[in-house]
């Protein structure tokens, strides 16, 4: 499940850069046909997770992993990852738990 996952975000993430290309390139046509193709292909995937789930799932992994300093980061974001993956860019959960542990949590 988690490879699906992987494998449906990058298709996403392909069809989101297609779509911007098209509109800079003044391709309106090809630019709606794959918005309404990303509706489609979206139907499938879990639904993203809120700003307050992610920090509420940051707060239960730092918890668990005991983390006191970002040195813990690997072991918060291997707590992290099962758990919201395919919900959110793992680079966003990164900067977030960056940012709560820098701050002390």
């Known amino acids: 499940m988690k ?3 992987e494998l449906r975000l990058s298709v996403l993430r392909l069809l989101r850069a297609a779509i911007a290309q098209y509109r ?3 391709r309106e ?3 709606s046909k794959e ?3 990303l509706r489609i292909l979206e139907e499938f ?4 997770l809120s700003e ?3 920090q509420a799932k940051i707060q239960e992994a730092i918890a668990t ?3 006191a300093s970002i040195r813990d980061m690997g072991k918060v974001m291997a707590h992290l990852m099962p758990q919201i993956s395919g919900r959110i ?3 966003v959960a990164s900067e977030k738990v960056k940012e709560v542990l820098a701050k002390g949590h």
Do not use: I, S
């Not at 995937?45 to 993203?48: E, F």
């Open 3 to 5: 490879d699906g996952d």
């Open 24 to 26: 800079q390139g003044g």
């Open 29 to 31: 046509d090809l630019a």
């Open 35 to 37: 918005k309404a193709e």
């Open 45 to 48: 995937l879990p639904p993203p």
């Open 52 to 54: 307050e789930e992610l």
């Open 65 to 67: 992993r005991w983390a």
């Open 89 to 91: 860019d793992g680079k």
